[in-house]
Structures are given as C-alpha cells and as structure tokens.
C-alpha cells in the first residue's frame, strides 16, 4: 500500500476524549438480539445487490439515490426480487392489513438479510390521527357524475348506500358554509356544498371522477383551504399499538404521519430513549400545512424527512407542489437529515406496465435535487407490476446521477455550517475537505469507518463523485445508513488501530472482486471506533491510498 501526499491528508486531527467500551453503547434486549443475528451480514460485508453493481459497472457505476419500496398485498411473494431490484427500504403501512400480515412481512425481510446477504431497512408508517377520510363503502373506485348528489356523512353503516360517503369524524362539517368546495384526494373528484343536515352535507359534483376507498377531503373557500384545529394528537391509541408492535418486530425507522411540530418528534424520540431503543430512527411524514409552518424545527428534530406528495397536496394548491418539494429536499441536506420523495412517482405504473414520459421526468427530477431516496407507494403495494415500477426507478435514478456527474453539478451546491462546537466544526470540516479532495483528485471510492455513522452522513452531505463506503461493526448504524445517498454501508469487527482496519476490508473487498491493483481509495476515519457516542476525545484522519 501507498500513501499519498498533501501533510493534511496524512494528519491525524484530535477532536473528542474516549471514555467506555463499545459494549456499554449496547444497550437494551433489541439491540442485543439485533447484534446476535448479524453473523451473515457480517460474513458477507457487503450486500449482494452493491456487489452485483461494482462487478459489473465498477465504482461509478453505482447507483447513489436509495430505493424505497412499500410492500403490500401486489409484491409480498416478489420480495426476494424487489431485494435483488435494488430495494433498499421496505416499508409497512400500518394503516392497512393486519398485525400477522405485517409480521409476515417484516419476518421474510429480515431473513432475506440473515440467510441471503440483503441489506434491506425495515420502515413502519404510523396511521396518524388523519381527519377527514371517507370510504362508499365498497372496495373498488366508484365514479362520481357531473351533477350527482351525494350525501357526506358521519352516521356509521356496515352496509353501502349508493351516493353516500362516510366521513370518519363526527363534527367533520364544522365551520363549513353552503356554497364551500369539498375536494377528494387533492382534485380526483369535486362537490359543492348545497346544504347541511345537521352534521352532515349535501352536496352536488362539479369535477367528475373517481372516489377511492379511504378518500381524503379537504374543504376550499375562495380559492384557500379552510383550515381548522380539532386539537387531535398525533399519536392515536392505536398508533401507539402499532409503534409497540414494530418495536417488537425490530423495525429500523419510523415514519410519523401527520407530524404538527418539532415537539411531536422529541415526544417520540424521548420514549425510545427511555427503553435505550435510540438506534430506531424517526421520519417526519412532511404532509400538511401545519408542518410546512413548522418545516425547519421538524427537519432539526427528526432523523429524516420523507416528502409526502399525495396528502400535502391535499392541502395546498397542485402548482405549489415542485418549488415546496425542491426547498424540502436542500433544506434537509443543508441539516444533514435524509429525504425521501414519495407518492405518486410512476402512478400510472398500478395499471400499465410501462410509465408515462412525464413520471420518468418527475422521478428523474428528485434525483437531480439529490433526494436521499425515492419512493413507490400504490406502484409496489397494489399496482400491477411491481418489479417493474422498481426497475424503472432505478434506470433513471442511475440516469440522472450520471449526467450529474458529467456535468459536475455538486460543485452548485450551497455549503452550510451546522456545528457550533468546535469538536463538532472540526468534524463536519473533515468531511468536507475529503469529499471536494475525492472529487479534485478523481479517487475510486471513499472508505469510513465509523462506530455510529455520522461522519458516513457528513460525507453523503456533500454528494461526492465517487461512492461511499462505510465499515461499522454495529448492526443497527448499518441499517440506519442505509437512507444516506451515496453510502453503501458494511458490517465487519473492526479494531482501534486503522492500519489493521484497512488491510483487512482492502483484503474482504478483493476477494469480492470489489477493488484491484491501483485502485486509489480517499480513507476518512475515527480512530477510536470503540467509542461511546458521549465520548470526549478522540482523533480523525483523511488519507489517500493506493491498492497494491
């Protein structure tokens, strides 16, 4: 091995002091569970669908934007297939199914990690305590006419009465004027409001179209949303169930549908704390006016974002859309938080089996923004063609990031200060310095080995050229590094003396056929990996190596 120039690049820079052994951080009968079914991950290092990509395409060939596939009744048999696609994600939607179904799931997802080499993340939606949703009754789509009456009511039925939407809260017509418009799932259908019968209302269809079974309403007026606070948690009594429930499945994140405000997180991530469950990470669903008020306090208190196009469109105007989900996505990489972009990406793709041009636009857009990850909802859950939904996101998701590349577009991006602490400073300084470095000096890929994975995260705050590797020999930073773009995260024992550390993965990679002879590798690294996160000092290097 070589070690190349620059004094800075083979300077070890002290930042915090070590205090305990890694086995006090593993903390709590899941973490401990977690760690002892990791010995094929561990053997394996390297997922098999990152393996595949660097055999056949090389390190620039590999795909940065992350995957995020929802599993649901279409594509629980094309599981395996989806892992083999590229999914990095699987998430559950706890609004829908039931608790065996979704333990099914979550079961063949982590042994298509224990007994296959997957590395595959398992995320829950919490239901949250989503106002105003209406069901006919039946299990299809059923068509609303130019000009028919329909009765929205709250009066419970098991039967379905034709022209009757139930709404499921009682004082939903609260506040609302004859002559309002009442708007199904953001624009699908349109009614306007001709009387109230007590709580309920009449109303007659303007905008024919299809009313979907769990139909969201929203009210307008004049042209602005009519919004009011019916003072609901976030957190139902069933959500609760169901984040016990997760918790009990081994779940890696959690996405907080319907998030008001910051407090909303910290109330959630301080009940984790408690049961030393931190390793589970927790996703501000972005999906209501309410949250777009509080944006920046959500993003700081929450471990990522996902941008929930579907229900926010529900509440503000369709053409608001593109600039509200560009301004999420770079303020969540100026916080180095990760975002995903959701719904409705290749809807077309539920029934067809090839895509619209302009979904491939859309997807293809997220991507140059540099989203973390992107998202198929009804595409895999329910669609047709699940498989294939997926195998269209990732050829243009590999399709813009190359072009991104050759047109050197990270060089555009703003940088921002985060830290205040010099320790902290000194740390965000090293990950920056190595990214422009890995990009100046056309390196082959990016190793960091990292107890935790926040220097992996600084590091993907950048979008580098060259792909990042990151060793960790804890389960659970394996999986939470698994939304960061551009990451490839691995799991091997790894040592305080980094020397040892970097022959031994160099030695793991070539017999993978990862890396070879001459391959130039940037090494950003903690050298006291066996510290706990509350630690006070420890040091941190940048080399530059070449592979003998």
Request: aromatic residues 6%; proline residues 4%.
């Amino acid at each position: 091995m070589a070690t190349s120039a620059a004094a800075a690049a083979a300077s070890t820079l002290p930042y915090l002091v070590a205090a305990s052994s890694a086995a006090a951080c593993r903390r709590g009968a899941h973490r401990i569970r977690a760690s002892s079914s990791s010995a094929a991950a561990v053997e394996g290092a390297m997922d098999l669908v990152s393996e595949a990509e660097v055999r056949e395409k090389g390190f620039m060939g590999l795909r940065k934007t992350k995957l995020v596939c929802t599993v649901g009744p279409a594509c629980v048999e094309a599981l395996p297939a989806l892992a083999r696609g590229g999914m990095g994600v699987a998430r559950v939607n706890l609004c829908h199914g039931g608790r065996d179904w979704h333990r099914a799931v979550m079961r063949e997802v982590r042994r298509l990690n224990e007994e296959e080499g997957f590395c595959v993340s398992l995320m829950v939606d919490t239901e949250g305590s989503q106002l105003l949703v209406a069901d006919h009754g039946v299990a299809a789509s059923v068509k609303a006419e130019d000009g028919s009456e329909w009765l929205f009511t709250s009066k419970r039925t098991d039967e379905s009465n034709p022209f009757t939407m139930h709404v499921n809260f009682d004082k939903f017509s609260e506040d609302i004027l004859v002559g309002d418009e009442l708007v199904i799932d953001g624009g699908m259908a349109t009614f306007e409001v001709m009387e109230k019968v007590g709580n309920d209302l009449r109303c007659k269809c303007t905008d024919p179209g299809l009313l979907l079974p769990r139909a969201k309403l929203s009210f307008w007026r004049n042209g602005k949303l009519v919004e009011r606070n019916f003072g609901l948690p976030t957190l139902s009594a069933k959500d609760w169930a169901d984040i016990e429930f997760g918790i009990a499945e081994g779940v890696d994140c959690i996405a907080l549908s319907f998030v008001k405000d910051a407090n909303d997180i910290k109330y959630l991530k301080t009940y984790l704390s408690r049961k030393s469950l931190e390793h589970i990470k927790i996703f501000a669903k972005v999906e209501s006016l309410e949250s777009l008020k509080n944006l920046k306090d959500i993003i700081e208190a929450s471990d990522g974002v996902m941008v929930a196009r579907g229900d926010l469109g529900v509440q503000i105007p369709l053409e608001q859309i593109p600039a509200i989900q560009e301004a999420i996505v770079d303020l969540c990489r100026r916080l180095n938080k990760p975002v995903i972009v959701a719904s409705q990406l290749l809807e077309s793709m539920v029934e067809y089996p090839t895509p619209t041009r302009a979904e491939v636009a859309d997807v293809s857009e997220a991507v140059r923004q540099y989203a973390d990850a992107v998202m198929l909802s009804a595409e895999s859950a329910i669609g047709a063609y699940p498989q294939k939904a997926l195998a269209v996101l990732r050829a243009a998701s590999e399709r813009m990031e190359s072009w991104s590349r050759e047109e050197n577009m990270q060089k555009l991006l703003p940088q921002h200060q985060l830290a205040i602490a010099l320790p902290d400073r000194i740390s965000e300084q090293i990950c920056t310095s190595a990214a422009e470095m890995a990009n100046n000096l056309a390196v082959d890929a990016i190793f960091v080995y990292t107890k935790y994975g926040h220097m992996a995260s600084l590091l993907s705050r950048n979008r580098p050229n060259p792909p990042i590797f990151a060793f960790t020999d804890n389960t659970n930073s394996r999986k939470s590094m698994n939304l960061y773009w551009g990451v490839i995260p691995l799991q091997l024992p790894l040592s305080n003396n980094m020397e040892d550390n970097f022959n031994q993965t160099i030695k793991l990679m070539k017999s993978k056929g990862s890396v070879k002879s001459g391959d130039t590798v940037l090494v950003v690294a903690d050298s006291d990996l066996n510290r706990p996160r509350a630690a006070t000092s420890v040091f941190q290097s940048i080399q530059v190596r070449i592979v003998d």
